[in-house]
């Protein structure tokens, strides 16, 4: 058996343009600087891979010296990330916004917080995130790790305080026994969040019939299906152009023309600048017949809704992308389309019990 020894460090510094990010994730992320480091830990490679669980083609993502993975972290982090105490009034846990019948969504086109407070935007999926090179819809949390901390703070979600959070944790004697064998200290902010960052690291979707045959399964998809594919990567509508690769996004942020007046500033949240106003991250396509309503306000109910969207090209924002310029598609070929889509649900991920609390 392999093992690496790890150093616990600090979490890397934070991004200068995050100098502009809104105070309470600023604040939180300059609250992770200054937790203490303590110990090594020795982590078994093959437990790491065993629990990450690659799919074919997928390269083994980069994961935090800090935080590499082993069994304890891992159930810890989905313990919490199912326990409702993570919430002022332990009311709601992260997966009332992220089911994971749902691909880790939650169906609503604005999630819930405590005492019903309306979010500001669709749960996104929670799927491959050990390779996501950024956080939120604007791209402004540097890593999973801080990441967990902004909706434990956010008042329109579970609206505690994480110093609070790790005390009323600290009082659960099994939270700590758990705590201990997987950090080798009690359960605080720097835990937590470790923690659930390891649990959703292992979230990984890449077994669908599109999967199957990218590896050689000639019989996975049907003509149909196969007809929407070559669509839907041709020079003709460019989806891959944002879709594209393993995980069927760029994390590039665009603007789509959903509306020519936005509520929500986009990518202009954490930046200021007037060109990036209503540009969002590109969301993956993994999983996305089960991850209805779509787009950032979660203002389309269905994919056909979708798809009629940009076959129509959508409104036209002054910073509209310029590869949004309409679909010349028939109505055959855009069912195609959405055969492919469809062709893109993974069910092992979807039923994965090691996923389930």
Not at 53 to 63: D, T, V, Y
Not at 104 to 132: E, H, I, Y
Not at 286 to 311: C, K, W
Request: aromatic letters at 10%; charged letters at 20%; hydrophobic letters at 40%.
């Amino acid at each position: 058996m392999t093992f690496r020894a790890v150093k616990k460090v600090f979490l890397f510094p934070i991004p200068t343009s995050l100098s502009r990010l809104c105070v309470p994730v600023l604040g939180l992320s300059v609250f992770f600087l200054l937790l203490s480091a303590c110990g090594k830990v020795t982590v078994p490679i093959d437990e790491e891979l065993a629990l990450l669980n690659l799919p074919p083609g997928f390269e083994r993502p980069s994961i935090p010296l800090d935080n590499a993975l082993n069994q304890a972290r891992v159930e810890l982090g989905k313990r919490l990330f199912y326990d409702p105490a993570l919430s002022r009034d332990s009311s709601i846990s992260c997966a009332s916004c992220h089911a994971p019948e749902r691909a880790f969504t939650d169906g609503r086109s604005l999630s819930l917080g405590v005492n019903d407070a309306q979010g500001m935007r669709n749960s996104p999926t929670l799927v491959n995130l050990a390779w996501q090179p950024y956080f939120m819809s604007e791209g402004g949390v540097p890593s999973l790790e801080s990441q967990v901390g902004v909706p434990i703070q956010e008042h329109a979600e579970f609206d505690f305080n994480f110093v609070l959070l790790a005390e009323r944790l600290g009082a659960n004697q099994h939270y700590q026994q758990m705590s201990r064998s997987a950090y080798g200290r009690d359960i605080d902010p720097f835990v937590i969040s470790r923690a659930i960052a390891a649990f959703e690291r292992i979230l990984i979707s890449g077994r669908s019939d599109f999967d199957r045959y990218q590896n050689g399964d000639e019989q996975a998809l049907s003509a149909e299906e196969i007809r929407g594919m070559d669509l839907f990567f041709s020079e003709r509508t460019q989806c891959s152009s944002c879709h594209g690769g393993t995980f069927l996004t760029t994390y590039e942020f665009h603007n789509n023309g959903l509306y020519l007046d936005y509520a929500d500033p986009g990518r202009a949240r954490l930046t200021a600048l007037e060109e990036d106003r209503a540009l969002f991250k590109v969301p993956t396509l993994r999983n996305i017949a089960e991850t209805a309503p779509y787009m950032h306000d979660g203002s389309m109910a269905t994919l056909d809704e979708v798809l009629q969207h940009y076959r129509g090209g959508g409104e036209a924002h002054p910073n509209k992308s310029p590869l949004i310029q309409g679909l010349d598609l028939s109505d055959a070929e855009l069912a195609d389309l959405k055969a492919f889509l469809l062709a893109l649900s993974d069910p092992d991920f979807l039923s994965n019990p090691a996923f389930r609390p």
